[in-house]
């Protein structure tokens, strides 16, 4: 038995839950309007319907998105292409738990108030670009 697979894992799900639930909500009603879904290292990855039509013209027009355990793409290619990226920001929800978001938020407000891209600059994408661009 590893303390890491029965005892670290679990509360790291846990610590980033609160994300993770509205991920699967938004991919629920992507599974709702005609998308699909399949669960790759570790996490839940949602794509098409709804999921893919927020992407593109509600949120940030991304190719995809992480929200806890849970990543949103606009198709299984897209998933693919961005899915290393995307497992840094998994590991960061693990690190922050539900500080993630307003702690990105945050970020990118006082970079947009300094004159600076609140996206490319934001601390937590140069993590994950520096990593895997």
């Known amino acids: 038995m590893s303390l890491q697979r029965f005892v670290v894992m679990p ?42 039509w927020s992407l593109s013209r509600l949120w940030i027009r991304a190719r995809a998105m992480t929200l806890g355990h849970t990543i949103l793409g606009l198709s299984p290619h897209d998933l693919d292409d961005t899915r290393d990226h995307e497992h840094i920001h998994v590991g960061q929800y693990c690190r922050w738990g539900p500080f993630f978001i307003p702690a ?27 990593l895997y661009p």
Do not use: K, M
């Not at 790759?40 to 794509?47: I, Q, V, Y």
């Not at 108030?113 to 490319?120: E, I, K, S, T, V």
């Open 11 to 52: 509360l790291a799900y846990l610590w980033a839950s609160p994300a993770s639930l509205i991920g699967v909500c938004v991919g629920t009603l992507g599974l709702l309007t005609g998308g699909g879904y399949q669960f790759r290292r570790g996490a839940l990855e949602f794509h098409g319907g709804a999921v893919a």
């Open 104 to 130: 990105y938020l945050l970020c990118s407000v006082v970079l947009w108030c300094r004159g600076r891209n609140p996206y490319l600059d934001n601390p937590f994408e140069v993590e994950a670009y520096d």
